[in-house]
């Protein structure tokens, strides 16, 4: 998924979170938090600090603690990257429509 689909133009730093990000899978659906369309947001600071917003696609997630500390191991991965916090938001909620292409085609969604 490309920093445009989400709606920012991202720095090569956060460029480079937003490839590590690819490679923490949802083990329920087998697919990556990006083409999930759940990051909604990466910014890191002159200091090596990452905030990720983010959701999930429930409130109950019960592997929410277990993905966070995937994503933090794979942001703070990232050359030049200190530090990884998450912010999680519910709002906007997450929905099928955030699903990329690829994750669609892979989940069996037509439309």
């Not at 709606?7 to 730093?13: A, E, R």
Request: hydrophobic share 45%; with cysteine.
């Amino acid at each position: 998924m490309a920093d445009e689909e989400l709606g920012k133009d991202f720095s090569p730093i956060e460029n480079n979170v937003l490839t590590a990000l690819e490679d923490v899978i949802d083990p329920e659906l087998g697919i990556d938090m990006v083409n999930l369309g759940l990051i909604y947001d990466i910014n890191v600071d002159d200091n090596g600090s990452c905030v990720v917003t983010m959701t999930l696609t429930t409130m109950g997630c019960p592997l929410g603690d277990l993905l966070n500390e995937q994503i933090t191991q794979a942001v703070v991965s990232v050359e030049g990257v200190k530090a990884c916090d998450i912010n999680l938001v519910w709002e906007p909620a997450w929905d099928m429509d955030r699903l990329s292409r690829f994750a669609k085609v892979a989940l069996g969604i037509h439309g």
